[in-house]
């Protein structure tokens, strides 16, 4: 069974930082890119990152770019999202997904992170 956890939300005051885990298990973790999506309260999902089968190749939405790291440990099953500089519109709950052929075919149940002072 495919499993997606992620873990590391929070609150964190504007200008703080946090790092977000996903711990994937159940899939060949290193045979499918990876991406984290985002849904701020009353709004649609919003795609953030995406990163490829072996952490080479990196992409972010432009409000994340220079501030979100995403990067992964294929030994460790695990993908993560490095998050500085936090806005208070970064405030959202995040997703961990599995890029599969048809599109995202696996989400995690999303962990909440708080921008607030």
């Known amino acids: 069974e495919v499993q997606l956890v992620e873990s590391g939300g929070g609150l964190v005051q504007p200008g703080g930082s946090l790092r977000l885990s996903c711990a994937a298990s159940g899939f060949n973790f290193d045979d499918y890119g990876m991406s984290w999506v985002r849904q701020a309260p009353g709004k649609g999902l919003e795609w953030v990152s995406r990163?490829?089968?072996?952490?080479?190749?990196?992409y972010y939405a432009e409000s994340m770019k220079g501030r979100f790291t995403i990067f992964r440990d294929n030994a460790k099953n695990t993908l993560y999202l490095q998050m500085n500089s936090l806005k208070s519109e970064d405030t959202a709950v995040y997703y961990c997904t599995r890029r599969g052929v048809g599109g995202y075919d696996y989400w995690g149940q999303g962990t909440q992170v708080t921008v607030s002072s």
């Open positions: 990163i490829n089968w072996n952490g080479g190749r990196t």
